[in-house]
């Protein structure tokens, strides 16, 4: 055996590597399958694509025509939404000058009341 | 065998109404040839198959956009080679292997691999081979292997002669120092 080796040693020598009986045979078979099977996954792909976007629009228009109703909607009958978001147990209690004293004292110190009694000159 | 005609082949590729029979002729043609740069690439015969059919369906779904600018072999090999390098880059990272370190897991694919009864000398030698980074490996397969011209490489690979040259003379350098230190 040589001292050296060298890269033209393997030359023409077999790399070892092998295929399968008949790979190549069957190889354009099996492309042929694989893109059939490529092209009807891209056909319904495109299908799916053209649904979404002939929809979109028309998606978008009826969106925006809701929003445009309930907005006109909300609008046109702002009045009675308020007169029914204020309970008519507040309306009542707001009547009775009492009840509203009663709620000022309370938040109120005394000291600060002391002096406004004074100021009033009770 | 069929006759090739690249000219008339690239008429019926681009001819919707042949191109399926066209393409069948092109995957027969080219398939043998694309297939063993592959798998030098990649070594193990069942990612070679893989790279081999996702090579040919890119080609497939890109054929309409072929220009003619180059050869239908230098396209198919720089989709074919770009595919290796994606894929061995993917086994790198599931095996968490820095992108230029040895691709150490592909020597122990290649022993285990049905498709290989190397002697210890040829598993030398895809060692020392595998050993290359990347660019390298391509250049020296390509020369080595497929004897193919500079001229035509360059062309695949997008570099110049010049520096195919060094590429080529530094790979069998390294080869034959990996081969020597351990035999």
């Keep these: 055996m040589k001292d050296k080796i060298e890269i033209t040693d393997f030359q023409n020598r077999p790399s070892g590597m092998k295929v399968p009986e008949g790979y190549f045979v069957d190889f354009n078979e099996r492309m042929e399958t694989l893109i059939d099977d490529s092209e009807?996954?891209?056909?319904?792909?495109?299908?799916?694509?053209?649904?979404?976007?002939?929809?979109?629009?028309?998606?978008?228009?009826?969106?925006?025509?809701?929003?445009?109703?309930?907005?006109?909607?909300?609008?046109?009958?702002?009045?009675?939404v308020i007169d029914q978001s204020t309970p008519a147990s507040m309306l009542s209690m707001a009547d009775d000058e009492g009840v509203i004293e009663d709620a000022v004292y309370a938040s109120v110190g005394e000291y600060a009341l002391f002096e406004y009694w004074y100021a009033e000159g009770e | 065998?069929?006759?090739?005609?690249?000219?008339?082949?690239?008429?019926?590729?681009?001819?919707?109404?042949?191109?399926?029979?066209?393409?069948?002729?092109?995957?027969?043609?080219?398939?043998?040839?694309?297939?063993?740069?592959?798998?030098?690439?990649?070594?193990?015969?069942?990612?070679?198959?893989?790279?081999?059919?996702?090579?040919?369906?890119?080609?497939?779904?890109?054929?309409?956009?072929?220009?003619?600018?180059?050869?239908l072999s230098t396209w198919l090999y720089r989709i074919a080679i770009n595919e290796s390098i994606s894929v061995l880059n993917k086994q790198k990272q599931e095996f968490n292997l820095e992108l230029d370190n040895t691709d150490s897991h592909l020597i122990v694919g290649l022993e285990a691999d049905p498709y290989f009864d190397g002697d210890e000398l040829q598993v030398l030698l895809q060692q020392a081979i595998l050993a290359l980074p990347d660019k390298q490996r391509?250049?020296?397969?390509?020369?080595?292997?497929?004897?193919?011209?500079?001229?035509?490489?360059?062309?695949?690979?997008?570099?110049s002669v010049g520096a195919l040259k060094a590429s080529y003379h530094l790979a069998t350098k390294k080869i034959e120092a990996f081969l020597n230190c351990r035999v």
């Design chain 1, 40 to 80: 009807q996954n891209n056909n319904q792909r495109e299908l799916k694509k053209g649904l979404v976007v002939t929809l979109k629009p028309w998606l978008y228009i009826a969106a925006m025509v809701g929003f445009f109703a309930f907005v006109f909607n909300f609008l046109l009958n702002i009045d009675s």
């Design chain 2, 1 to 71: 065998m069929v006759h090739y005609n690249e000219d008339e082949l690239v008429a019926r590729l681009l001819d919707e109404s042949t191109r399926r029979r066209a393409f069948s002729e092109l995957v027969s043609h080219f398939q043998e040839r694309l297939y063993w740069q592959i798998r030098k690439m990649v070594v193990i015969h069942a990612d070679a198959d893989d790279v081999l059919q996702n090579t040919f369906l890119k080609a497939w779904r890109g054929i309409e956009n072929f220009r003619g600018d180059s050869k």
């Design chain 2, 138 to 159: 391509i250049v020296f397969n390509m020369r080595y292997f497929d004897e193919m011209k500079y001229d035509a490489i360059s062309e695949i690979l997008g570099t």
